[in-house]
């Protein structure tokens, strides 16, 4: 009875003459229940999930280094892509713990795409003479605006509405009369006083429909839009102020004409917005839609 042992004990003898277990082909699950034996630094496996007890160091992937390549893993060599330049080639591109940069070629050029409402890259066509400028606003206003939207017109806009400015007091019944029976002292500083007040309103009003056409998702600049507005008011309004020096604002054909300009106006604000900002004729309306009121209100219906 001596050579026999009683009881259920372990012998330590069966798990070292257990031979190792080859790990499992890359890319390939252990069975449900198996654990994965991680490789040792000296090339062997031990269970538990880490090398030698201890845990991978913090930031370092678990598969990070030459394990699997001393196991007999053929060690890839790194890749050539046929639009890269092999001096800028990294050796350790494309292995495990590594990490390459590349670039796609772009077959349609820079990069750049087409936005909607973006300005040209060049004006349209050389700046225009102020004649050209002042007439084309009235024969040909459209090809006139989309031309000139990239050049400042500050000369003849401010030259324009302050004549206009002087001239607009005797068009009203009412101030007209003030300042003929005025003294000529009297009445030269009213009139200067209301040609600058003239260029005043025109440059705010300007930069309000420039504010609501860039909003409104226009792109054009404020030195044209404000320009170009000023010179639409003054010059839309002229037919009208010319009838109203000798007939009086009173008048019915008077009346009937400042209709008419007043409509002019607002199709010529209308074609100018949206060529200058490159909009939609609806937003072009919009944008240009206080200026319009004001220059019903204020002009306008002291004779309507």
């Known amino acids: 009875m001596a050579g026999f042992r009683i009881g259920r004990g372990r012998d330590n003898r069966t798990q070292q003459q257990q031979p190792q277990q080859a790990p499992p082909p890359y890319g390939q699950q252990q069975p449900y229940g198996q654990q994965q034996p991680w490789p040792q630094a000296g090339g062997g496996y031990q269970g538990g999930g880490y090398q030698g007890g201890q845990p991978p160091a913090y930031g370092e992937p678990e598969y990070f280094g030459d394990q699997y390549q001393q196991q007999g893993r053929p060690q890839q060599p790194p890749q050539h892509h046929p639009h890269q330049h092999p001096q800028h080639q990294d050796p350790y591109a494309n292995n ?5 940069a590349f670039s796609v070629d772009d077959p349609y050029g820079q990069g750049s795409t087409y936005q909607a409402g973006s300005a040209p890259a060049a004006p349209v066509g050389p700046r225009l003479h102020w004649k050209e400028l002042l007439t084309g606003i009235v024969t040909r206003p459209a090809q006139t605006f989309l ?10 806009a401010l030259v324009v509405t302050f004549l206009y400015g002087m001239l607009a007091i005797f068009g009203l019944d009412e101030p007209r009369d003030e300042v003929i ?4 002292s009297a009445a030269i500083p009213a009139v200067l006083i209301t040609g ?5 309103g025109g440059t705010i009003l300007g930069a309000v429909t420039h504010t609501l056409a860039r909003q409104f998702g226009g792109t054009g600049s404020w030195q044209p839009t404000v320009g170009l507005s000023m010179l639409i008011m003054t010059l839309t309004d002229a037919p009208r102020l010319l009838f109203a020096l000798f007939l009086g604002g009173q008048n019915s054909f008077v009346q009937l004409l400042g209709w008419a300009t007043w409509l002019a106006a607002g199709a010529l604000f209308t074609v100018m917005v949206s060529k200058s900002h490159d909009l939609p004729w609806p937003k072009a309306l919009g944008a240009s839609a206080i200026q319009l009121i004001a220059l019903l209100s204020i002009i306008k219906l002291g004779t309507i």
Do not use: K
Not at 96 to 100: C, E, F, M, R, V
């Open 96 to 100: 495990a713990g590594h990490t390459q």
């Open 147 to 156: 031309q000139m939207r990239d050049y400042p017109v500050w000369g003849p």
């Open 181 to 184: 029976n005025a003294t000529l």
């Open 196 to 200: 600058v007040a003239f260029v005043i």
